[in-house]
């Protein structure tokens, strides 16, 4: 008897976990996990015969045994990740398979989503859906019905300004709908090994069932920052979006970026390049960040903190990670 492709996948996931209690990356060096597993095509969901299907390349896994065990007084988020992702080290890590909120953090893995199966020249037409989002402080872009805007453009706006307008557009471009597209998302998480993640939306506006942990966005990240075109996108501090409203006429929406990193409102510590991430803040998930940064050794970093208690309270921690970064 064949077994599905999420029970494998699932299994997988729970033999290199046991594994790696003895070998994982921990705090040791080099020691980066490559893994693959090869799915019949029947199983794989593939038409087309193919056969081979990735999780991911280069991971660093974390057993739970192998978490920081003693918390540094400053970090009181209720979950945080650094891992230097080029040598596969972690250097902190709390509470990363515990669930959380992830508020629009939510959107790095609608991004992947879109970068996979979208087109980012196609041309995208604003719904009254997306258009007409009525939750009290979503963050919005302010496109309108009928508007139409490349792709690309809308991607950038979505990542950048981080509106939740933006986001119901993507999905319902590429998927035909909200949900169609939640189940694109949860495959893909799937697919990557993160096994512990469910989504319902592509924006992170809350609910109860919207849920992952900081060791799957960690997971999802180390996938993106591969894609050049996502790193363009994030590493930006702000977005002039250039599209057409709906009698024709063009138009042009300016965006700053959520990140204080980039427009200069924190500073990372010495020796220590931010190079793009994602924010996300809503009442139930706190204050919330993902980084992709660099040292001056030319070394890559994934740094994680979700559910602090306030933007500088959020940003204070992560330099906190920042630095740990700093010294490895």
Request: hydrophobic share 35%; proline share 2%.
């Amino acid at each position: 008897m064949r077994m599905n492709r999420k029970k494998m996948i699932s299994l997988l996931m729970a033999g290199c976990l046991c594994l790696t209690a003895f070998t994982g990356c921990g705090s040791g060096k080099n020691e980066l996990l490559s893994y693959r597993i090869d799915f019949p095509a029947d199983t794989a969901g593939q038409g087309d015969g193919a056969s081979q299907g990735y999780l991911s390349e280069g991971i660093c896994v974390i057993p739970k045994k192998k978490q920081t065990k003693k918390q540094d007084s400053i970090m009181g988020s209720k979950a945080s990740l650094a891992v230097n992702d080029t040598d596969g080290t972690m250097l902190y890590s709390h509470n990363i398979y515990k669930k959380v909120y992830p508020a629009s953090i939510t959107k790095i893995v609608t991004a992947l989503v879109a970068l996979k199966y979208g087109n980012l020249d196609d041309v995208v037409t604003v719904s009254y859906n997306a258009s007409h989002i009525t939750e009290y402080g979503a963050k919005l872009c302010g496109f309108l019905e009928g508007d139409q805007i490349v792709l690309r453009d809308l991607l950038s706006s979505f990542l950048v300004c981080s509106g939740n307008d933006a986001g119901i557009a993507i999905a319902e471009h590429i998927a035909g709908d909200e949900k169609a597209f939640a189940d694109m998302m949860n495959q893909e998480m799937q697919d990557l090994g993160a096994v512990h993640s469910h989504f319902v939306n592509s924006h992170g506006l809350h609910d109860k069932n919207h849920y992952t942990t900081a060791y799957d966005l960690y997971l999802v990240f180390h996938e993106l920052v591969k894609n050049q075109a996502f790193m363009d996108i994030v590493g930006q501090p702000s977005y002039t979006a250039k599209f057409k409203k709906k009698n024709g006429k063009k138009k042009k929406l300016y965006f700053l970026s959520t990140d204080r990193y980039l427009i200069g409102r924190a500073k990372a510590p010495e020796g220590m390049t931010v190079l793009g991430g994602k924010t996300g803040t809503t009442f139930d998930a706190g204050s919330c960040l993902i980084l992709y940064s660099r040292d001056d050794n030319g070394k890559y970093y994934i740094t994680v903190v979700l559910k602090a208690d306030g933007g500088d309270v959020l940003y204070a921690q992560m330099n906190h990670l920042l630095q740990k970064c700093a010294k490895n």
